[in-house]
T-cell receptor, first 113, second 114 residues
Framework: NAGVTQTPKFRILKIGQSMTLQCTQD?????MYWYRQDPGMGLKLIYY???????DKGEVPNGYNVSRSTTEDFPLRLELAAPSQTSVYFC????????????FGPGTRLTVT | GNSVTQMEGPVTLSEEAFLTINCTYT??????LFWYVQYPGEGLQLLLK?????DKGSNKGFEATYRKETTSFHLEKGSVQVSDSAVYFC?????????????FGTGTSLTVIP
């Protein structure tokens, strides 16, 4: 049982490039989330999904896109990367039939230069 | 709306000292409350939780009690160890909010010195 896995662990992008951050969970959780963590700022929700085919914006969605074609996968797409997107990105999942605690992946550290 | 306020860090303690990290919340519904811990270079791990008023969550010597009257969920440990050095996040979830979104505090960095 791997839990929540994320790839890549690290990435450096040039301004204007695009990339997809991958997130997979093997716990059969319906709910999945993407956060960004800036130094000293806590976590901010980018997008979330309550099931395959259903996604919605969080607090800071601009510059990002998501899709959810399967229960297991929830990729985050960055289009036209900007220095302001330099951050650590965390994916999480939760089971709505439990107490809703979220399980986090190890994170992707992204630098845009 | 929902929000979480945590005490500012960083916090530096000697080994075996008593730890308190304050957390207060604002919620429109009946939230569940959580403490997460983040070790350097890792993701967040659930430390403990409480799902209703007066519940006490506990794990690895850490405790926190859900106090509705003071809207607080302070984290305590009687004797910290060097291995407890990490960043601690208080969070709440509200089932009435779409997707059961979490609201996180800004985190409190703890360093324990031998």
């Amino acid at each position: 049982n791997a839990g929540v896995t994320q790839t890549p662990k690290f990435r450096i992008l040039k301004i204007g490039q695009s990339m997809t951050l991958q997130c997979t969970q093997d716990m059969n959780h319906n709910y999945m989330y993407w956060y960004r963590q800036d130094p000293g700022m806590g976590l901010k929700l980018i997008y979330y999904s309550v099931g395959a085919g259903i996604t919605d914006k969080g607090e800071v969605p601009n510059g990002y896109n998501v899709s959810r074609s399967t229960t297991e996968d929830f990729p985050l797409r960055l289009e036209l990367a900007a220095p302001s997107q330099t951050s650590v990105y965390f994916c999480a999942s939760s089971n709505p039939s439990g107490f809703y605690e979220q399980y986090f992946g190890p994170g992707t550290r992204l630098t845009v230069t | 709306g929902n929000s979480v306020t945590q005490m500012e860090g960083p916090v530096t303690l000697s080994e075996e000292a008593f730890l308190t990290i304050n957390c207060t919340y604002t919620a429109t519904g009946y939230p569940s409350l959580f403490w997460y811990v983040q070790y350097p270079g890792e993701g967040l791990q659930l430390l403990l939780k409480a799902t209703k008023a007066d519940d006490k969550g506990s794990n690895k010597g850490f405790e926190a009690t859900y106090r509705k009257e003071t809207t607080s969920f302070h984290l305590e440990k009687g004797s910290v160890q060097v291995s407890d050095s990490a960043v601690y996040f208080c969070a709440l979830s509200d089932k009435q909010v779409s997707g059961n979104q979490f609201y996180f505090g800004t985190g409190t960095s703890l360093t324990v010195i031998p």
